[in-house]
């Protein structure tokens, strides 16, 4: 049987920064309301001929080079995006692929919000497992500035751009795989994030465009408390399925979505301070780029090396969650 390895990862951060005090200026808001109630300082935004797919790219890049697998080989690529270049298609997948000269690999968007990079995870884990691919690029790339609402201050104060990307290959040492990957969904609470507007349950017009058609919308403060619920008793379910200690675990790397999420998360599994990543306060919420990329943080600091475990957690969306135990397992 083939196993699933996480062989690289890399990542994009845009140029420009967006501070609490720019957005001061902009809505009704603090830095210090912000800092005290997300964690977030500041974050970067895509400049305005930036694409999701240009971020996506860049980070793939990094991915692949880091890999030391020829680019030829990668046979699938899965982008995770909310802010896709393109409505409807082409999907930034096949963009992000044709843009690195990937060929006719198999490419894809999947739909999962924050929790996109640990649904790609588990697609290109079942894929490998299965036989049927063997080196799969996923990527995590959003441009949530563009569909962000900057006159609404509880949602436009949590979101950044950026883009991340792993190779992810066969191998058939089981001491290298991905030992496991959960992911969930629940559609009841479907209306405590959502952009409203734009498809088929209510189409465009010409008023909607003028008021921000794709805009997403939160009830902030019910997402928050079903978040800590629902990602505490999952990251505590996956640890015993696999008989696994969180003292085991090197780096919990959570989706970065607001600190007290991450810190309560954290806590519960008595995790220490060295082992929890967090670069909210740098990126704020970059959506299905914020594992990736806050993984890339860890690994350029030289401080993610060969055979360390890592916990992956993610919220959002759907709503989604999902939680991921994998061995970070570069090529020898
Ligand atoms: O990534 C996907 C999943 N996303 C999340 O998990 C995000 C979850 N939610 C959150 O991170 C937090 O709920 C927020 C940061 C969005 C809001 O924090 P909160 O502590 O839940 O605040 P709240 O919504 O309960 O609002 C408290 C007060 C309200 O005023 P009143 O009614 O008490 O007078 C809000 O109007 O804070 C007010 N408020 C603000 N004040 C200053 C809301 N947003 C702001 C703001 N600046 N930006």
Not at 4 to 15: D, K, L, M, N, T
Not at 47 to 74: C, F, P, Q, W, Y
Not at 301 to 326: I, N, P
Request: net charge negative; glycine share 8%; proline share 3%.
């Amino acid at each position: 049987m083939a196993y699933a390895a996480f062989r690289s990862i890399g990542a994009y951060v845009p140029e420009k920064i967006l501070t609490n005090d720019d957005l001061s200026h902009m809505v009704d808001t603090t830095d210090e309301w912000i800092t005290k109630r997300t964690g977030i300082k500041e974050r970067h935004i895509a400049a305005d001929n930036e694409r999701t797919s240009d971020m996506g790219v860049k980070a793939a890049a990094l991915a692949i080079e880091r890999s030391g697998i020829d680019a030829s080989k990668i046979d699938m690529v899965i982008c995770a995006t909310i802010s896709p270049d393109y409505f409807c298609m082409p999907s930034t997948a096949t963009i992000i692929s044709t843009k690195l000269g990937l060929g006719n690999a198999t490419a894809f968007d999947i739909s999962a919000a924050c929790t996109g990079f640990v649904y790609t995870l588990s697609i290109a884990k079942a894929f490998i497992e299965s036989g049927m691919k063997k080196n799969v690029l996923i990527v995590g790339a959003e441009k949530l500035s563009s569909i962000t609402d900057y006159t609404d201050r509880g949602t436009c104060i949590l979101f950044g751009d950026g883009a991340g990307a792993a190779v992810i290959s066969a191998t058939d040492n089981k001491d290298e795989a991905i030992i496991d990957v959960h992911t969930g969904a629940d559609g009841t609470y479907a209306d405590l994030l959502m952009t409203p507007n734009g498809g088929t349950g209510s189409p465009h017009d010409s008023l909607d465009q003028e008021a921000g058609a794709c805009f997403m919308q939160m009830k902030g403060n019910e997402t928050f408390k079903v978040a800590v619920r629902t990602l505490t008793k999952d990251v505590i379910e996956i640890l015993q399925e696999n008989e696994i200690e969180s003292s085991a675990i090197k780096h919990f790397i959570p989706h970065q979505a607001n600190y007290r999420i991450i810190k309560a998360v954290g806590d519960a599994l008595k995790m220490t301070k060295e082992q929890v990543v967090v670069t909210v306060a740098k990126y704020g919420n970059t959506s299905g780029a914020s594992i990736p990329m806050a993984m890339n943080d860890v690994y350029e600091a030289g401080e993610l090396k060969a055979g360390e475990l890592m916990l992956l957690d993610a919220f959002g969306g759907g709503l989604t969650w999902g939680s991921a135990l994998v061995p970070f397992s570069p090529v020898k």
